[in-house]
Structures are given as C-alpha cells and as structure tokens.
C-alpha cells in the first residue's frame, strides 16, 4: 500500500547535538511537507518541496535544515541552534493543490 | 498572508446528537480550498472532507458536511449523529489554488471535541 512512513516514532536529542527525522512516500508526489505541532497550537510549517533539489522555508525554519536528493525522501535535520526543538513533527506529501496532504504518523521529538 | 481562526478550543457533545465546529479564514483569493482534518489520539492527521471555493455546493461525506459562506469566509463543519469514534482534534485548513504558493496548508489552532456516552 502506498504511504508516508516517519521513522522514528519517537526521539531523544541532548543539548548540542543535531538529529535528523526521517520520512520516506511512495505515491508518487511531487510536493512534501515538514510541519512543527506544539501542545494547544496548530500545525506550523518548517520547509516544503514541490521538486527534486528544490525546497523552501516555511514560516519557522530557523534552526532547521532540509533535502531533497530523492523524490521519495524528505529529511528533516533539527539542529543544535533550534532552540525549543521537544515537539511532535509531521511530514506530509500532495498531488497538487486541489487534493488535501497525505500525513506520516508523526516523530515526537525530546530534548533531555 | 491567509490566516484560519478556529474560535472554540473546545467543544463536547453527547452520543449521536449534532455538534458544529466553527472556522473562519481570512484571504484576498478567490480561487482556493479549504480541508477539515481529524487527529484522534493516535496523533495520525486524517483529511475528513474538502471544499472547493469555486463550488457553491456545500461538500459532504456521510454523517459529515459543511456549511461554506464564501462572503463571510466561513467554513464551520457539522458532525450528525456523534460517534465516540469522534472525539479528536479537529483542524480547519485553507490552501491557495495558486502555483506560486507551493501548495501549503494554513491551519488553525484546533478544535478539541469530546463525545460524551
């Protein structure tokens, strides 16, 4: 079955260092997504990709970095100037603007 | 910038009576659409029902549907005979049917409903 696969479910990251979260689709879709979601808050965007070796800032993208090499791959590196990185990440990906996002289960992330 | 305001953190309704969750948006497009998701405890986001602005048709899908005031930017999603399956966070989401905007989605802040037995 075709799917966006997060891996992993959940992640520890002590101060400093840089984790990279993973999320791999297989349906074929051009545009992939990276969104931050905080307790009572909704859904913030970090970096999306509409191509291969394209991709652009979101609204929070400080602290976070991005690539594109494949169109099946999307990670999502927190780095150590990320500032409050313990939240739930969402990785998503789409067809085209008229369709809505298919979502990954999600990577809760934890700095102890 | 499109905003999504959902103005009730939290709604409760009994099993299998009407609940209407509340979604305004702001936006100077004509041309865009508009999701309600689900994100039950599991935390797996699921897309509920869509709406395109260019339809004057109100979308549903079963026991869900929505009422779409295009002037009024409202978009409120109506849940008919509540189930406990339910009971999520519920989020109001506007894409702009522009190339140039990447195809992002602009939430809302959520909408937690609890279904009482």
């Known amino acids: 079955d075709g799917g966006i696969t997060q891996s992993p479910k959940y992640l520890f990251r002590k101060e400093g260092q840089n984790v990279t979260l993973s999320c791999e689709q297989n349906?074929?879709?051009?545009?992939m997504y990276w969104y931050r979601q905080d307790p009572g808050q909704g859904l913030r965007l970090i970096y999306y990709?509409?191509?291969?070796?394209?991709?652009q800032k979101g609204d929070i993208a400080e602290g976070y970095s991005v690539s594109r090499e494949k169109k099946e791959s999307f990670p999502l590196t927190v780095t150590s100037a990320q500032k409050n990185p313990t939240a739930f990440y969402l990785c998503?990906?789409?067809?085209?603007?008229?369709?809505?996002?298919?979502f990954g289960s999600g990577t809760r992330l934890t700095v102890v | 910038a499109q905003t999504v305001t959902q103005s009730q953190p939290e709604m409760s309704v009994q099993e299998a009576e009407t609940v209407t969750l509340s979604c305004t948006y702001d936006?100077?497009?004509?041309?865009?659409?508009l999701f309600w998701y689900k994100q039950p405890p599991s935390r797996q986001m699921i897309l509920v029902i869509r709406?395109?602005?260019?339809?004057?048709q109100n979308a549903t899908e079963n026991r869900f549907s929505v009422n779409f005031q295009k002037a009024a930017k409202s978009f409120s999603l109506k849940i008919s005979d509540s189930q406990l399956g339910d009971a999520a966070m519920y989020f109001c989401?506007?894409?702009?049917?522009?190339?140039?905007?990447?195809?992002?989605?602009?939430f809302g802040e959520g909408t937690q409903l609890t279904v009482n037995p």
């Open positions: 998503a990906s789409t067809l085209s603007a008229r369709y809505g996002y298919t």
């Open positions: 349906l074929n879709h051009d545009a």
């Open positions: 990709s509409q191509i291969v070796n394209d991709f």
């Open positions: 936006t100077s497009e004509s041309d865009y659409y």
């Open positions: 709406q395109e602005a260019y339809k004057q």
């Open positions: 989401a506007y894409r702009s049917a522009t190339i140039t905007s990447g195809s992002r989605l602009t």
